[in-house]
Structures are given as structure tokens and as C-alpha cells.
């Protein structure tokens, strides 16, 4: 049984619980996420993206038998 998931809702609720319960405040996430769109705009962008996308085939080939 696969369940498809659009990952910016569950990133969003992963979020959501990490700045409830660890108690971080909402510029440090600000901040976070400016660097997040920073670094995917420098020279290290590419790799970031290939390495997530080869994490997430890894994970999805994982379930599948």
C-alpha cells in the first residue's frame, strides 16, 4: 500500500512541531529557512538537490518489493 504525500505539508507539519516542542522561535526559523534559499542559490545548490533526490529514490525503493 503506497500513500502519496506532497512533501511541503508534511514538512510543514514537521516544522510545526519542532518550533512547538523544541521551543525555537520563529526568527530563528525565518532565518533558517533565508539561509536554506541562500545555499540553494550558491555553487552547493546542485549537489544539495541531487543528493535529496538520490536520498528519497533510496527511501522509495526501500518499501517496494
Do not use: C
Amino acid at each position: 500500500m503506497n500513500i502519496s504525500l506532497p512533501l511541503l505539508p508534511v514538512l510543514a507539519l514537521a516544522a510545526w512541531f519542532i518550533v512547538r516542542n523544541l521551543r525555537l522561535r520563529w526568527w530563528a526559523v525565518a532565518a533558517l529557512v533565508l539561509l536554506g534559499f541562500y545555499l540553494a542559490s550558491s555553487s552547493a545548490g546542485p549537489l544539495i538537490d541531487k543528493t535529496t533526490r538520490d536520498g528519497v529514490e533510496v527511501i522509495n525503493k526501500t518499501g517496494t518489493k
